[in-house]
């Protein structure tokens, strides 16, 4: 072959080499998403609500209650590092226990669980959130009209508070309905179970927020005090 023939034949060659499609390469494989276990709520026969993962190694109870100050602190200084992380995680799974103390604690609790187990969590944190200024405002409504509340039934006065205080804008304003509000205050059958509850807590608690880690009290009163120990009992 002559050269020029030759280097005809190299450049088309090249050209067609070029221009051979490139088989793609393939893809890595995308990692699995991490569950998060914040999703996972169920109620018990009790009327408790436990959030997290049902094998968590640290299994912890809070006793709280809406009108307690601490508790609203505690609630806010420990979402990021436990509800967040922990609980997203699967290592902690916690229980809720309500310790009412007080008819607009008892408001607070019947509209947070009317959320149900997928909006209990963000509805309680909403509560704690604005706790100064609802608890302020129905306190001073329930003492002005004491006398007048006498003559309703439990959950209508509950409900007559709830209102006052601000408590039903507030979950008006997360998006629950008035159906689902009315039906909050319907009958005494969930005020009886929130009783009960209550009294079994104070029944083994002496104030709020209380805690108890795998079976055990413990915790302090914050989240400073209870870290340490989530912490020692495997919540790594």
């Not at 088309?12 to 070029?18: D, K, T």
């Not at 499609?21 to 995308?30: D, E, F, R, S, T």
């Not at 307690?68 to 806010?76: R, S």
């Given at each position: 072959?002559?050269p020029?023939?030759?280097?005809?034949?190299l450049?088309a060659g090249?050209?067609?080499?070029?221009?051979?499609?490139?088989?793609?390469?393939?893809?890595?494989?995308?990692?699995?998403?991490?569950?998060?276990?914040?999703?996972?709520?169920?109620?018990t026969?009790?009327?408790?609500?436990?959030?997290g993962?049902p094998?968590?190694k640290?299994?912890?109870i809070?006793?709280?209650?809406?009108?307690?100050?601490?508790?609203?602190?505690?609630?806010?200084?420990s979402?990021?590092?436990?509800?967040d992380d922990?609980?997203?995680?699967?290592?902690?799974?916690?229980?809720v226990?309500?310790?009412?103390?007080?008819?607009?604690?008892?408001?607070a609790?019947?509209?947070a669980r009317?959320?149900?187990?997928?909006?209990?969590a963000?509805?309680?944190e909403a509560?704690?959130?604005?706790?100064?200024?609802?608890?302020?405002?129905?306190?001073?409504?329930?003492q002005?009209?004491?006398?007048q509340?006498?003559?309703?039934?439990e959950?209508a006065?509950l409900?007559?508070?709830?209102r006052?205080?601000?408590l039903?804008q507030?979950?008006?304003?997360?998006?629950?309905?008035?159906?689902?509000?009315?039906?909050?205050?319907?009958?005494?059958?969930?005020v009886n179970?929130l009783?009960?509850?209550?009294?079994a807590?104070?029944?083994?608690?002496d104030?709020?927020?209380?805690?108890?880690?795998?079976?055990?009290?413990?915790?302090?009163?914050t989240?400073?005090?209870?870290e340490?120990e989530?912490?020692?009992a495997?919540?790594?």
């Amino acid at each position: 072959m002559r050269p020029i023939h030759l280097l005809l034949a190299l450049l088309a060659g090249g050209m067609l080499a070029a221009a051979a499609p490139v088989p793609p390469q393939a893809k890595p494989a995308a990692s699995p998403q991490a569950r998060d276990w914040r999703a996972t709520v169920v109620r018990t026969p009790a009327g408790a609500y436990v959030i997290g993962n049902p094998a968590a190694k640290v299994k912890l109870i809070e006793y709280l209650s809406y009108t307690c100050p601490h508790c609203a602190h505690f609630v806010a200084q420990s979402k990021a590092p436990l509800k967040d992380d922990l609980v997203r995680r699967g290592v902690v799974r916690v229980e809720v226990r309500h310790a009412v103390r007080d008819p607009l604690d008892m408001a607070a609790a019947l509209l947070a669980r009317c959320a149900g187990p997928r909006g209990f969590a963000g509805a309680s944190e909403a509560i704690f959130a604005a706790q100064q200024q609802w608890y302020q405002q129905g306190a001073a409504w329930w003492q002005a009209n004491a006398a007048q509340l006498q003559s309703l039934s439990e959950p209508a006065r509950l409900k007559a508070a709830a209102r006052a205080s601000g408590l039903i804008q507030l979950m008006r304003g997360r998006g629950m309905t008035p159906a689902t509000i009315d039906r909050c205050f319907a009958t005494p059958a969930d005020v009886n179970q929130l009783a009960a509850m209550a009294d079994a807590a104070w029944a083994a608690i002496d104030g709020t927020p209380a805690f108890v880690i795998n079976g055990k009290p413990g915790g302090g009163g914050t989240w400073e005090t209870l870290e340490p120990e989530l912490r020692a009992a495997g919540a790594q």
